[in-house]
């Protein structure tokens, strides 16, 4: 008979840190709480690596909680996903964040950028040839002033995270 590992009790400190990640990711995605737990606690777990049923016993969440959460946070073919699985679902897989994975997660999501920057200078182009109005023009505006900022400024503030790292080793 299999004996199940004691679950990790966490520390009061680690206990707000994974609420103050859950609640960070609820109010500014709309991530459900169980979730942004799941990733808090994989920021800080130890060792880096768990497996679903370790997770779910320090957590207190069903397993199957635990599952649907990691099928989330683990896309199938998405070459900049934070976290990495081993195993199926049906299994007693196991999750890690992958080391230094935030920048190529932010540098994926920021490469979209330009396109859409693009498609919005266009769109404003033609509506202010059509003689659209100020008032109708205002959130396209400044939804394109924000695009091509961010699409112009983001290269360089990855490069010079890349040269830190670099010079950090870290």
Not at 68 to 79: A, F, G, H, K, M
Not at 83 to 88: D, I, K, L, P, V
Request: negative net charge.
């Amino acid at each position: 008979m299999a004996t199940e590992a004691a679950p990790t009790t966490l520390t009061e400190g680690e206990k707000t840190f994974v609420e103050k990640v859950a609640q960070y990711y609820f109010e500014n995605d709309g991530m459900p709480h169980e979730r942004g737990r799941v990733v808090g606690y994989m920021m800080i777990c130890e060792p880096a690596v768990q497996t679903a049923d370790d997770i779910a016993r320090t957590l207190a969440v069903p397993r199957a909680a635990i599952d649907r959460i990691v099928d989330q946070l683990t896309p199938e073919n998405d070459p900049v996903s934070v976290f990495e699985r081993n195993g199926a679902l049906d299994e007693n897989y196991t999750i890690r964040l992958r080391e230094n994975s935030w920048a190529p997660k932010v540098r994926g999501i920021f490469s979209e950028f330009p396109d859409f920057h693009q498609i919005a200078a266009k769109g404003l182009a033609e509506l202010k040839a059509d003689g659209a109005s100020e008032e109708r023009l205002r959130r396209l505006v400044n939804m394109e002033r924000f695009l091509g900022f961010v699409s112009a400024e983001m290269p360089a503030i990855l490069e010079r995270y890349e040269k830190r790292k670099a010079g950090d080793g870290n």
